[in-house]
């Protein structure tokens, strides 16, 4: 049990790391590819951890990252509890996928993911300006999400998080 | 999470208490004033991260800077001397038309014009959100900054401070379609208000009248009306002119010309009245980067 508690906080670490690459400044003639990096990371966590990582900590990681984006607070923090509800719901299909297969699922996440921030758009603001250019980058979550879920099984397996 | 619920939690349960918990908090964030007093606290509590994330780029810049050879250095300095000294020969009669301008506004009884303080920000973080164009300032309310302050780069208006916290801020863009700003045109005097449409679109403009005169390449500048920006400021350039077939009322449209797209450096304008203190009166002309 202590050897668990000391490791805890590697979670949190990655979760920074993530919320770091969100916010990071990135050159507007590729910006409609930025991925949805915090989002990788916490639904990597959610299929790893369900029983650590929940819908409790998807909703303060949408807070922060409300915070950083100056939008309204709770917007984001109901996408990712949202998300972390569908993870969770299923976590035990998306962990038996192949690595590729679980790239469909996050395409489609991350689409769901825009799509709400689009409806909050509408309902909030009253304005539509949809770009289908959003799936470039919902197309580059699918991609990243081999490597990133790679990299952080590395980081679990290494820290011996349980 | 264990804190609060254990584990027998349904998960239905849960991402119900979440998603109403969010709700609330966004309808509080709507309607609510205290609730800006608490995300200044917040703001300036998650603060420090924009200057963390911002790092690699400006340690980017400054190697970059390092690896300029003597040469270079030398030769944009010459180019850069030249053009202060162009831009020195026509402010010379600045002073004296400035002065000319003033006694004509008493004669009319028209308002006179003041000087602003300017300050040079730099921009944290361009906003990723692609419905929503903000971007966050290094300047918060320590400088004297506030909502509402008129934002402009060196070729025109670029927005308005939104929100600030202790020592960063964030500025609404005038493409945002949450934005709009009171412009009239340059070469005739008419005033309108430029709508923003979203960063990939030129903006609109409203409140014309039906028979307008105005064409395409016409120069929109701040009318002054509202009170918020100060006047003259170029905005954008018409760049269509169309009639609804419907109704037969103009659509215009105006490109900004500030490239609101490559943000970097900008200058916060203050008044007469709301200057801050912290300005001294040599800085604010030594405010070249």
Same mark, same amino acid.
């Given at each position: 049990?202590?050897?668990?508690?000391?490791?805890?906080?590697?979670?949190?670490?990655?979760?920074?790391?993530?919320?770091?690459?969100?916010?990071? @400044?990135?050159?507007?003639?590729?910006?409609?590819?930025?991925?949805?990096?915090?989002?990788?990371?916490?639904?990597?966590?959610?299929?790893?951890? @369900?029983?650590?990582?929940?819908?409790?900590?998807?909703?303060?990681?949408?807070?922060?990252?409300?915070?950083?984006?100056?939008?309204?607070?709770?917007?984001?923090?109901?996408?990712?509890?949202?998300?972390?509800?569908?993870?969770?719901?299923?976590?035990?299909?998306?962990?038996?996928?192949?690595?590729?297969?679980?790239?469909?699922?996050?395409?489609?996440?991350?689409?769901?993911?825009?799509?709400?921030?689009?409806?909050?758009?509408?309902?909030?603001?009253?304005?539509?300006?949809?770009? @289908?250019?959003?799936?470039?980058?919902?197309?580059?979550?699918?991609?990243?999400?081999?490597?990133?879920?790679?990299?952080?099984?590395?980081?679990?397996?290494?820290?011996?998080?349980? | 999470?264990?804190?609060?619920?254990?584990?027998?939690?349904?998960?239905?349960?849960?991402?119900?208490?979440?998603?109403?918990?969010?709700?609330?908090?966004?309808?509080?964030?709507?309607?609510?004033?205290?609730?800006?007093?608490?995300?200044?606290?917040?703001?300036?509590?998650?603060?420090?991260?924009?200057?963390?994330?911002?790092?690699?780029?400006?340690?980017?810049?400054?190697?970059?800077?390092?690896?300029?050879?003597?040469?270079?250095?030398?030769?944009?300095?010459?180019?850069?001397?030249?053009?202060?000294?162009?831009?020195?020969?026509?402010?010379?009669?600045?002073?004296?038309?400035?002065?000319?301008?003033?006694?004509?506004?008493?004669?009319?009884?028209?308002?006179?014009?003041?000087?602003?303080?300017?300050?040079?920000?730099?921009?944290?973080?361009?906003?990723?959100?692609?419905?929503?164009?903000?971007?966050?300032?290094?300047?918060?309310?320590?400088?004297?900054?506030?909502?509402?302050?008129?934002?402009?780069?060196?070729?025109?208006?670029?927005?308005?401070?939104?929100?600030?916290?202790?020592?960063?801020?964030?500025?609404?863009?005038?493409?945002?379609?949450?934005?709009?700003?009171?412009?009239?045109?340059?070469?005739?005097?008419?005033?309108?208000?430029?709508? =923003?449409?979203?960063?990939?679109?030129?903006?609109?403009?409203?409140?014309?009248?039906?028979?307008?005169?105005?064409?395409?390449?016409?120069?929109?500048?701040?009318? =002054?009306?509202?009170?918020?920006?100060?006047?003259?400021?170029?905005?954008?350039?018409?760049?269509?002119?169309?009639?609804?077939?419907?109704?037969?009322?103009?659509?215009?449209?105006?490109?900004?010309?500030?490239?609101?797209?490559?943000?970097?450096?900008?200058?916060?304008?203050?008044?007469?009245?709301?200057?801050?203190?912290?300005?001294?009166?040599?800085?604010?002309?030594?405010?070249?980067?």
């Amino acid at each position: 049990m202590n050897n668990i508690a000391h490791n805890y906080w590697v979670i949190w670490v990655t979760i920074i790391i993530g919320l770091l690459l969100q916010i990071m @400044p990135w050159s507007s003639s590729f910006y409609i590819f930025k991925p949805h990096w915090l989002m990788l990371i916490l639904i990597y966590w959610i299929v790893a951890l @369900p029983h650590r990582v929940g819908i409790t900590t998807a909703f303060l990681v949408g807070i922060i990252i409300d915070l950083f984006l100056g939008t309204l607070l709770g917007i984001h923090a109901f996408i990712f509890s949202l998300i972390a509800y569908l993870v969770l719901f299923r976590f035990q299909l998306i962990r038996n996928l192949a690595l590729w297969q679980q790239s469909f699922i996050i395409f489609g996440l991350s689409i769901c993911y825009d799509l709400l921030l689009l409806l909050f758009q509408i309902i909030l603001y009253r304005v539509i300006t949809i770009t @289908p250019l959003i799936f470039f980058s919902s197309f580059v979550d699918g991609i990243l999400w081999a490597w990133v879920f790679l990299l952080l099984r590395q980081i679990r397996r290494c820290f011996a998080i349980d | 999470m264990k804190l609060i619920f254990s584990k027998s939690t349904p998960l239905g349960l849960r991402i119900f208490l979440a998603l109403s918990f969010a709700i609330s908090l966004i309808i509080c964030d709507i309607n609510y004033q205290p609730f800006t007093v608490i995300r200044y606290y917040l703001d300036t509590a998650v603060s420090p991260l924009y200057f963390v994330s911002n790092s690699p780029l400006s340690a980017f810049n400054t190697l970059n800077n390092l690896s300029k050879t003597q040469q270079e250095l030398l030769n944009e300095n010459k180019t850069l001397r030249k053009q202060l000294q162009m831009q020195e020969s026509d402010l010379i009669r600045l002073n004296a038309l400035k002065k000319e301008n003033n006694e004509l506004r008493t004669l009319l009884g028209s308002p006179l014009r003041h000087d602003e303080y300017k300050k040079v920000a730099q921009v944290l973080l361009a906003d990723t959100n692609p419905y929503a164009y903000q971007v966050t300032l290094d300047k918060g309310s320590r400088e004297g900054v506030f909502v509402k302050q008129p934002v402009v780069d060196e070729k025109g208006v670029v927005g308005q401070i939104y929100s600030t916290a202790y020592n960063t801020s964030r500025a609404i863009l005038i493409c945002d379609s949450q934005h709009a700003i009171p412009v009239q045109v340059l070469r005739n005097g008419l005033t309108m208000v430029a709508v =923003g449409n979203g960063c990939n679109n030129d903006l609109l403009l409203d409140f014309l009248p039906n028979n307008v005169d105005i064409q395409v390449g016409d120069l929109l500048v701040t009318s =002054g009306l509202g009170g918020r920006f100060p006047q003259g400021y170029p905005v954008a350039t018409v760049s269509s002119v169309k009639v609804d077939e419907h109704d037969s009322t103009p659509i215009i449209t105006a490109a900004p010309i500030a490239d609101l797209k490559r943000l970097h450096y900008l200058l916060l304008l203050w008044n007469e009245t709301n200057k801050p203190q912290v300005i001294a009166p040599d800085q604010e002309t030594n405010t070249n980067e």
